[in-house]
C-alpha cells in the first residue's frame, strides 16, 4: 500500500512538533513528538507502508512491529479522511484519489465555514492557540509576506502605504528574491504571501511563483489584477495557490474606479476575478469600506456570492506606515458604521453563521485569565514579519516606520534571532493592556499594535477611541440581532 500527502498539504516538523495543514479544507493539526516522527516519514512521493514502518523501528526498537504498523496505519488512514494524505495500492490510485480545488465542489474551500474534525487523535483542540503559546517560548518564523515591488498601478485613497513611496518605486532584484526565498525555506518557513505594491508589476512575478512552489511553499496573492494577463492565469493555475485576494471596492464602476484614483480599474478588475474563477483559481475578494462606498458592501457580497467565493470589509481603516493620518479623512463615522455592520449582519452568512457562533473571548478569560493575559496580541514578531523591495524587514506590512534589519546587511535568520526590536515587541502580550481585559466590549474589540502605532504617532499602547467606540457599538448591535431572534 502507498502514501503521499495530498498536493494541498503542507508539512512542518520540529523537535517539538509536527504541523500538517491542508489549503483545500483550511484544516491544520499539530501533534507530539511521536506525531512528529510520523509525519517526517510521508512526503510528495509516494513511499510504501512497510518501508515506512522499517523506518520507524529504527527510532523505536522498544515497540514491535505490529504494533508500531498498526499506529501508523490508524494515524495516515485518518488523515487521508480527511484528505491530507492520499493512500493507494498504484501511483495512479493516488492520483485519482488526491482532490483539487474546484468550485464545482460542494463546499470549495473559498467558503468554508465548519472547521472542526472528528478524531479520535490526540490533537490540539486550536491550533492558533497552541501556536501563541509555542512560539513565546521558540519563536520560529514561519510566514512572511514579500512585498516585491514599491510601485503601483493604483493609488487607492485609503491605502496606508505613502503615494510618495509608490511614485519614487523599485522592484527587488529576481536573485536576491530567490535567494530570501531559499533561506525562508531552509528554515522551515511555510506561508509566503507575495504583494506590492502591486505584485503583477514584477517583471518576473511568474518565475518567483514557481520558485515558491519548486520551495514547497504555501503560496497566497495580494493583488488589484488590473495588469493580469490571460497567459498568466494557466501557470498560476499550475503553481497552485492558496489564494489570491483580490481588493474590489464596489459594483458601481465609479465609485471603485474613485477609490483607485484609475479609470476602468472596476472593468479590469472584475474581468479578471471572473477569469480566475473559470480557471478553478481560488479567489476572495477584499472590500475595504470607506465613505466612497460606505453603503455599498452588500452588493459586493452578493456579486461573491454569486460567484460561490467570499467577500471580507475593513471599516476602521489604518494610518499611513509614516504616521500621516492624512487617508483616515475617508474614515466611515460611527452612523455609517452602524449602517455597514447591520448589512453584514443580514447578508454576510460567514458572520451570521460562523463568528456570531464561536465562544467569547470572555468564556476564556474567565476560566483562563492568568493564561489568557500572557498570551501575546497577535503573531507579528512571533512567527511573521514582512520584508519589503528595499530589504528592509517590518513587523507586518502595515508596520513600515518600524524596522527590524535588512536583509542586505544580516540573514534573514540573523534578523529574527537577533533584533532588538523585535525582542521588545515580544514581550507585548494581552496582559499589557489591563483595561482591555476588563472592557465590556472585549468579545467585539480587534485591537492592533500598528494601528495603534501608526494613527498615535508612534505609541503602540495608546488606543483610539474610535477603535473603542466600534467596539461598542458592535457589542450593541449583535446583542439586538439576538434579542430580535428570540
Known sequence: MLIR????TFIRCTAEYGYIT????????TYDEFGADLLREISRVPKDMDDIVSQLMVLYKDIDRKTLKNDFLDFAIDLADHKFLVIGNSVDELNSNDIEFSYSLNNPK???YDFTQTTKQDINENTQDFFLENVQKYPRLSGIQFELTSRCNERCIHCYIPNSKKDAGNDMP????????????????????LSGGEVFMHIDILKILKYCRFKDLKISILSNLVLLKDEQIPIIKEVNPSLIQVSLYSMNPIIHDTITAVKGSFVKTKASIEKLIAADVPV??????MKANAKGFAEVLQYAKSLNIKANTDFIMMAQSDCNTGNLANR??????????????????????VTLKQEP??????????RFSKQPICSVGQDNCCITENGDVYPCAGWQNMVLGNVYKNTLQEIWDNSETIKKLRSVTRGSFPKCLKCEARDYCAMCLVR???ESGGDMFKINKHFCDVAFLNKRIVEEYYNEKK
Open 332 to 353: 466611515i463615522s460611527l452612523e455609517e458604521t452602524e449602517y455597514l455592520l447591520n448589512d453584514i449582519i443580514n447578508f454576510n452568512d460567514n458572520y451570521k453563521d
Open 452 to 454: 495603534n502605532y501608526n
Open 110 to 112: 473559498t467558503l468554508a
Open 22 to 29: 491542508s489549503q483545500l479544507t483550511y484544516h491544520d493539526r
Open 5 to 8: 500527502q495530498s498536493k494541498n
Open 361 to 370: 473571548i470572555s468564556k476564556s478569560i474567565e476560566f483562563y485569565l492568568e
Open 284 to 289: 476572495q475578494i477584499s472590500c475595504p469600506v
Open 174 to 193: 529576481t536573485e536576491k528574491v530567490l535567494t530570501l526565498i531559499d533561506e525562508f525555506a531552509a528554515i522551515g518557513g511555510l506561508h509566503v504571501t
